[in-house]
Structure formats: C-alpha cells, structure tokens
Nanobody, 120 residues
Framework: VQLQASGGGLVQTGGSLSLSCAAS????????MGWYRQAPGKQRELVAI???????KYVDSVKGRFTISGDNAKHTVDLQMSSLKPEDTAVYYC???????????????WGQGTLVTVSS
C-alpha cells in the first residue's frame, strides 16, 4: 500500500492551495483518511480527517478555512486550504487507516510529506 500526496508549494498570506492524496495497492477498506502537519520544531498535529461515512473533523485553527473531501471508491482525499496564514506553514502528511483483508486489523499508512509555505 502506498499513499501519494501532491500539491503544496509557496503562497502568500490570504492565498489558497489544494492538497491531494491517493492510496493505492492491496486495499480492502479505508475507515478514514486525513491530513496532518508538522511545523519546524513542533510536533505533528492533526489538521483534518474524513471518515468513510463522510464525517469530518478539523483542528480549531483551520475551521472555516480548510475543507477536506474524500472519494471512497478512488481512495483519495483532498484538502482545500484558503485564507492561508504564515502559521499554516508546515510539511503536510496524508494518512489512511485501512485494512488489507476482510476482517483483518487496521493499519496506519502515511504518505510522503508535502511542504506548504505561506509567506507574510
């Protein structure tokens, strides 16, 4: 199983960016997918997650600015980020919680990080 993230880059304060992540490989089911971020010198934190039923959760600092969406059939998750602030600067990672066989245990899989830089 692999998670491939794309998007990110450099944007000015107030701008917008989109991140995409696709899971591929031998996947039986995905219970949720999400985005995390890690700023320099800080711990990795949850940004947003979406469950297979479409329920979403956001960290307070991005509520109203970021939108997560997912496609169960395609095993993809997107993060639309708007009104970006310098404090959003971080490496963003996608994660999927999935099973590879029916009735099997769930595992966390991580994509490679993608850098988002918001200039002031």
């Amino acid at each position: 199983v692999q998670l491939q993230a794309s998007g990110g880059g450099l944007v000015q304060t107030g701008g917008s960016l989109s991140l995409s992540c696709a899971a591929s490989g031998s996947i039986f089911s995905i219970s949720d997918m999400g985005w995390y971020r890690q700023a320099p010198g800080k711990q990795r934190e949850l940004v947003a997650i979406i469950t297979s039923s479409g329920r979403t959760k956001y960290v307070d600092s991005v509520k109203g600015r970021f939108t997560i969406s997912g496609d169960n059939a395609k095993h993809t998750v997107d993060l639309q980020m708007s009104s970006l602030k310098p404090e959003d600067t971080a490496v963003y990672y996608c994660k999927a919680v999935l099973t590879v066989v029916r009735g099997g245990p769930s595992f966390n899989y991580w994509g490679q990080g993608t850098l988002v830089t918001v200039s002031s």
